[in-house]
């Protein structure tokens, strides 16, 4: 038996080496490969001669093992398959093991109705349908959903043999929350399988309750001989029973969930039942029916009544209803935030030939959820006025990655690819102050120091911070993109703007004059909107009737370099 084990050890390196092309395998290169093998499997030096590679060689050529491999000698020294394809693990059935097969189908068929075999009916199913996929050399008429990528696959049959044979488990194990791995003992009591993943259901030791692992996050295995199994009755059946998926809750957790469900998917919910427990309480006139499951409300029953879309509705418990409907709207936001290509040149055309554009939806409402608490966080712990505040992603470097997202950087980048960051303030008066602005260009720019340099005035305002007026070419090549974090209303404060002033700096005279004759727009916006303005753009602020918070982020872009010794206030390249 051990030279029979040995050979086939033999033959599988073999194998293995000539399905390699990278590298030319001479007979010595084959010896050394057997060898190394043996040693890994064996644990111990055995002797491979010469002679018994050449026989091994012949053997595998020949149809004595039903391989007739494509071995050929290249260059009088080397070995390879002549089909690069060809491997001994994808050898087809001969006629015997064919004719043997089947009737070892229709022996197995004879007993599928008794309760004893009641569990072989697809595996018999899905022999006899191999056995007529070779003999016919057609593809498989049944096909089963597989994810030959998954990972943990390799672990199956360790997890299977200690589960029956009852040995405990040392398992270095990692979850996606954990930010290293961990090695504990581990008592295995079932393997189950849900949605293409495995899942190995036991307990670690000295704890009571169940700890339910995927095989996909386990690093390594090991046996522990030294610790005592715990020979419990675990039923799996029994455990599962209230609950879809993997994740179980307690008893008293336990919901009774209503779902009207729409005419054209009642059938398919009616003969596939999502749980066992489903019962249908109403059939309705149109078609559809209202149907009740008793089930653990976990995140696997969650995904399934997403995965339904606009067929499935949550009647009850209410708090359900209201996580699923709010799933759903986040959804939709992800799709309406989607910032296309096409989309960011049209604002990029409208912002040169009107000196203002606007976007609504660029992030979503957990964007703008997060990006509130990382402001309301920083504020709490400060000591200065939540209302203002320059140098923003210098204090609160945290915004950066939520700010700077796919969606910003697309579209700075189609407005000018050489823009960089040179300025983020935030607004956030409050209402007392009802604070407006009259009409006015954004002429100043910030920098890091007063520096004399022809051309610019400067100075230093009440909070530290140096500005300078540049000339107008330099304006030309700046654009700010305001974040609205509130609903901006004409109620509210919002901007009002004189389309195409962005071309010259006006007079003060020219100013009141333009003001006075022209007709201004009002940029109204939801929250996660944005408006895009060019620094001349002549804009003021609505007088608040109804002030409301209104929260602003103002990131300024310029692409060009200032002369001299003067450098932006906060300068940040988009990547």
């Known amino acids: 038996m051990a030279q029979n084990k040995n050979a086939l050890i033999r033959y599988k390196t073999i194998d293995k080496c000539l399905q390699n092309p990278y590298r030319k395998w001479t007979l010595e290169d084959l010896i050394d490969a057997c060898s190394e ?25 020949s149809d004595k093992l039903g391989y007739n491999a494509p071995i050929e000698v290249y260059d009088r020294k080397f070995y390879r398959y002549e089909d690069p394809d060809y491997s001994i693990t994808d050898i087809p059935l001969n006629e015997s ?16 109705d008794f309760s004893l075999f009641s569990e072989l009916g697809g595996i018999i199913q899905r022999l006899e349908d191999k056995v007529y996929a070779e003999k016919t050399h057609r593809p498989a008429i049944i096909h089963l959903d597989k994810n030959d990528r998954l990972k943990g696959l390799e672990h199956l049959d360790t997890l299977y043999q200690a589960i029956l044979k009852k040995v405990v488990l040392k398992i270095t194990y990692q979850s996606f929350k954990s930010r290293a791995a961990s090695t504990f003992t581990y008592h295995p009591f079932i393997l189950k399988e849900y949605n293409n993943r495995w899942f190995l259901i036991g307990k670690k030791s000295k704890q009571k309750s169940i700890l339910t692992l995927a095989l996909d996050r386990i690093q390594h295995i090991d046996y522990d001989s030294k610790t ?10 029994e455990y599962y029973k209230n609950t879809i998926g993997v994740t179980v809750m307690d008893a008293k957790h336990v919901e009774r969930v209503v779902m009207k469900v729409e005419p054209r998917h009642a059938p398919y919910i009616l003969t596939k039942p999502m749980h066992h427990s489903q019962q249908v309480l109403k059939e309705l006139d149109n078609g559809g029916v209202i149907i009740e499951l008793l089930v653990h409300p976990n995140y696997e029953l ?8 606009d ?35 049209a604002t990029s055309k409208l912002l040169k030939k009107n000196g203002y554009s606007v976007l609504e939806n660029l992030y979503t409402k957990n964007e703008v959820r997060e990006i509130g608490r990382l402001l309301h966080h920083y504020f709490q712990h400060s000591t200065e006025n939540s209302y203002g505040k320059r140098t923003l992603l210098k204090d609160i470097p945290q915004l950066k990655s939520l700010l700077f997202s796919e969606n910003l950087k697309n579209l700075v980048k189609a407005i000018d690819e050489d823009a960089f960051l040179t300025k983020a303030i935030y607004f956030d008066k409050p209402h007392e102050l009802n604070w407006y602005v009259t009409w006015h260009q954004d002429v100043p720019i910030n920098v890091l120091e007063k520096v004399d340099e022809p051309g610019y005035s400067a100075w230093t305002n009440k909070n530290g911070v140096v500005s300078v007026c540049p000339p107008e070419d330099v304006l030309h090549n700046i654009f700010t993109v305001r974040i609205h974090l509130d609903a901006t209303t004409s109620k509210n404060g919002a901007l009002k703007v004189i389309p195409r002033s962005h071309h010259k ?3 003060d005279g020219e100013l009141r004059e333009i003001t006075q004759k022209s007709n ?56």
């Not at 002679?51 to 060689?57: A, E, F, S």
Request: hydrophobic share 35%; no cysteine; glycine share 6%.
């Open 37 to 61: 093998a043996l040693y890994e499997y064996e644990g111990r030096d055995v002797n491979v001669s010469k002679r018994t590679v050449q026989l091994d060689i012949q053997l595998m050529r």
């Open 97 to 112: 093991d064919m004719h043997v097969l089947s009737e070892t189908v229709e022996m197995l068929k004879q007993f599928k």
């Open 520 to 575: 201004a727009t009002l940029i109204e916006l939801n929250e996660g909107g944005v408006q895009l303005m060019k620094p001349l753009l002549l804009h003021a602020s609505a007088k608040s009737s109804n002030q409301k918070r209104r929260r602003v982020i103002h990131l300024e872009f310029a692409s060009k370099e200032l002369p001299g010794k003067l450098e932006w206030l906060e300068k940040e390249l988009l990547n």
């Open 311 to 345: 067929y499935v509705q949550v009647l009850r418990p209410t708090r359900m209803r209201r996580q699923i409907q709010q799933r759903l709207e986040n959804g939709l936001e992800q799709y309406k935030s989607n910032l296309s290509k096409n989309d960011a040149i």
């Open 302 to 309: 969650e995904r399934m009544i997403l995965g339904f879309g």
């Open 228 to 237: 005592t199994y715990l020979n419990e009755s675990f039923d799996g059946d």
């Open 505 to 507: 700096r006006f007079t």
